[in-house]
């Protein structure tokens, strides 16, 4: 049988309980055990001032008494009543709240980041953790030396957790105007984005949200993996894919890599060998990029056994080096079009296996927040392939190309 839902006075358990058998005979029916644990003020759960707050726990799901706690209302008005949810066969009444705070704190592992990403307190959300914790019966999370760990039980219904955000989510974004994000969004942008294609983005995206806020961070892409995972961003603009679990790419871009030089700089006749460009430092992405792995790689096995390379996260710092005479770089020429046209820089002719190809995604995790990093992913990949992104206000949900 279906656990009812009542709404009760807050007059006194002995008044509501002659009031219920007043105004409606079916009260009789139910024993006087459940006679007394209706009318007692333990049986409450939750108040509110609304009979509306049906509507959002077990809809329609009153059951065989629900007739009885309606017609005790009668005409006195709900101002004078309250909404109470009562778990008469031992089913707990769960806040939504608190499943969402139980969710964030799983996957922040902490409840300070928890807090920080409801905006809400670090004690109010202990609070929702204890009242969850009390209503299902089980301890959801142990103590750590940095943060909180789930325990065995609390595994066990995070993955029950995601799903009921994840419905929660599409009944939001099924009801509502297509055409409305709003809040703050953190998107994570490599440099080479940052110089080519992404102020047409931010452009269009807010054009399509205007109520949405976005913060950009610009990093390296490890970095930007790294504050993926710990959900700092919502969405990163990386080298990629990242290959791991939970982990969403969608193609953005390709661009080829190519060793530049100051124009007129004394590296001796053409083609070049690589012992000759590694007689000056070589400067490339960072050091704990893949292009610079793959250089370096490429120089050892040219008989360069210790290249000597400047790892920069800086694209401009790249460029301003170069231009300086300080050595040669292994970057992409796609964002050098004035410099190479000025005749400042030259692309060098080097005589080397080809340089692997810089290949950008859209990468976020996939839970039951990704909605928008969904759609702000394909106008991306509209953007970057040279396409208007506004596109995108008629058929915002619309699955981005893999």
């Excluded at 009153?62 to 949810?85: C, F, K, T």
């Excluded at 964030?104 to 409801?118: D, M, N």
């Excluded at 974004?173 to 110089?195: L, Y």
């Excluded at 950008?360 to 969904?374: E, H, L």
Aim: aromatic share 6%; charged share 20%.
């Amino acid at each position: 049988m279906t656990s009812p839902i009542w709404l009760c006075s807050s007059r006194s358990p002995a008044s509501w309980r002659s009031n219920l058998q007043q105004k409606d005979t079916r009260f009789h029916s139910v024993s006087p055990k459940l006679q007394n644990r209706i009318a007692s003020r333990d049986a409450v759960f939750s108040w509110a001032t609304d009979r509306s707050l049906l509507a959002s726990f077990r809809g329609g799901a009153i059951g065989a008494y629900g007739g009885i706690a309606r017609s005790a209302v009668g005409s006195r008005g709900r101002r004078e009543y309250h909404a109470v949810l009562l778990s008469f066969l031992g089913h707990a009444v769960i806040d939504l709240r608190n499943i969402e705070t139980f969710f964030w704190a799983a996957a922040l592992g902490s409840l300070r980041a928890a807090s920080e990403k409801l905006g809400t307190t670090q004690p109010a959300v202990s609070q929702r953790i204890a009242s969850l914790e009390g209503a299902l019966g089980v301890r959801l999370f142990e103590r750590a030396a940095r943060g909180v760990r789930l325990t065995a039980k609390g595994h066990e219904l995070l993955a029950h957790a995601e799903r009921m955000m994840q419905a929660r989510n599409d009944i939001i974004q099924a009801a509502r105007d297509q055409t409305t994000m709003s809040g703050s969004f953190h998107i994570g942008v490599a440099e080479t984005i940052v110089q080519t294609w992404l102020p047409r983005l931010i452009a269009g995206v807010h054009a399509a949200y205007p109520a949405l806020t976005l913060e950009i961070e610009v990093d390296s892409s490890e970095m930007l993996k790294a504050h993926l995972t710990s959900r700092r961003l919502n969405l990163a603009f990386m080298m990629g894919p990242v290959l791991e679990a939970r982990m969403e790419n969608r193609r953005l871009c390709t661009y080829p890599l190519s060793w530049v030089a100051k124009a007129g700089l004394d590296l001796g006749p053409r083609p070049l060998t690589l012992e000759r460009i590694a007689e000056l430092p070589v400067i490339t992405y960072a050091s704990n990029s893949a292009p610079y792995r793959q250089v370096r790689d490429m120089l050892r096995r040219e008989g360069v056994p210790s290249p000597r390379m400047y790892g920069c996260a800086s694209l401009s710092m790249i460029v301003r080096m170069v231009q300086d005479g300080i050595g040669t770089a292994v970057i992409t020429p796609i964002f050098l079009g004035a410099e190479l046209e000025r005749g400042e820089l030259e692309i060098l002719d080097v005589i080397a296996d080809p340089l692997p190809d810089l290949n950008f995604t859209a990468t976020w995790i996939d839970g039951p927040d990704s909605y928008a990093a969904r759609v702000i992913a394909r106008m991306a990949q509209l953007v970057a392939g040279g396409e208007p992104c506004l596109e995108t206000v008629q058929m915002p949900g619309i699955e981005a190309e893999t």
